[in-house]
C-alpha cells in the first residue's frame, strides 16, 4: 500500500502570515498533487509537479505555490495567508500504471486542517 | 474531462448489496472511470477502475454501459465501516497527468 504522509495535521495561523504545508510520499511516484476540500464541496486541485524541480498550476492556484525540491516531497506555501484558506489539505501521490502507461490512481494522505484567523 | 453526475445520498442497511450509480453522458474515447470513496477525517482512497464491461476487485465491482455513458458501483455485504462519500471521477489519466475532478459524491449511510 502507498504511503502518504502530511504535516502539520493540525496548523492555525494568523492573516497575513507564511504556512507551509509538508508532504512525503515513499513510494517513488513521479507526480504529486495538492487539494483543498471545503465543507460540502468535493476536493480542489490547487498544484501538481510531474518530479523533482517541477511545479503546475491546477484549477485553483491563486494564493498559493508550491515546491517540489525531491521525489519525496511536495510543499504547499501559503506566502499571505487569509481567511478564505481555511480549508483542509489533502496530498496525493501517483503514477502511471498499466499497459501504454494511462492509468494513474492516486494514493492521498491523511490531510492537514487550516484555520486562518 | 467528462462531468459524472451521481445521486447525492443512499441509504442501507448492514449486509444488503448496495449499487451507486454514475451518469457520464460525455465521457470520452481515451477517458477511463474511476471511484474514490472517502470517510470522515480521512483522504479519499482508491476503489476501483475501469473501461468498459464489468470489473471486480476484492472490494467491489463495477459494470460499465454498453455506450459507457453509465457506469454502476456495486458494494457486496456492506457494513457500518462502508459508510462514506463516494465519488465517481472520469479522467483521460495520463494524457491529463492524472488531474482528477471530484463532483459531490454520493453519501452512502448504513444502518445496523
Known amino acids: 500500500e502507498a504511503a502518504v504522509t502530511q504535516s502539520p495535521r493540525n496548523k492555525v495561523a494568523v492573516t497575513g502570515g507564511k504556512v507551509t504545508l509538508s508532504c512525503n510520499q515513499t513510494?517513488?511516484?513521479?507526480?504529486m498533487y495538492w487539494y483543498r476540500q471545503d465543507t460540502g464541496h468535493g476536493l480542489r486541485l490547487i498544484h501538481y509537479?510531474?518530479?523533482?524541480?517541477?511545479?503546475e498550476k491546477g484549477d485553483i492556484p491563486d494564493g498559493y505555490k508550491a515546491s517540489r525540491p525531491s521525489q519525496e516531497n511536495f510543499s504547499l506555501i501559503l506566502e499571505l495567508a487569509t481567511p478564505s484558506q481555511t480549508s483542509v489539505y489533502f496530498c496525493?501521490?501517483?503514477?502511471?500504471?498499466?499497459?501504454?502507461?494511462?492509468?494513474?490512481?492516486?494514493?492521498f494522505g491523511p490531510g492537514t486542517r487550516l484555520l486562518v484567523l | 474531462l467528462a462531468k459524472t453526475t451521481q445521486p447525492p445520498s443512499m441509504e442501507a442497511y448492514e449486509g444488503q448489496e448496495v449499487n451507486v450509480s454514475c451518469s457520464h453522458t460525455?465521457?470520452?474515447?481515451?477517458?477511463?472511470i474511476y471511484w474514490y470513496r472517502q470517510v470522515p477525517h480521512q483522504g479519499p482512497q482508491f476503489i476501483i477502475q475501469?473501461?468498459?464491461d464489468y470489473v471486480v476487485n476484492e472490494v467491489a465491482s463495477l459494470f460499465i454501459s454498453a455506450d459507457r455513458k453509465l457506469s454502476t458501483l456495486s458494494l457486496p455485504w456492506v457494513s457500518l465501516r462502508d459508510a462514506a462519500v463516494y465519488y465517481c471521477?472520469?479522467?483521460?489519466?495520463?494524457?491529463?497527468?492524472?488531474?482528477?475532478?471530484f463532483g459531490q459524491g454520493t453519501k452512502l449511510s448504513i444502518k445496523p
Open positions: 460525455n465521457i470520452a474515447t481515451s477517458e477511463y
Open positions: 475501469g473501461y468498459k
Open positions: 513510494n517513488n511516484h513521479n507526480n
Open positions: 509537479s510531474y518530479g523533482a524541480g517541477s511545479t
Open positions: 471521477i472520469v479522467t483521460d489519466g495520463g494524457y491529463n497527468q492524472g488531474k482528477l475532478i
Open positions: 496525493a501521490s501517483g503514477d502511471k500504471e498499466g499497459l501504454g502507461g494511462r492509468r494513474d490512481t492516486q494514493y
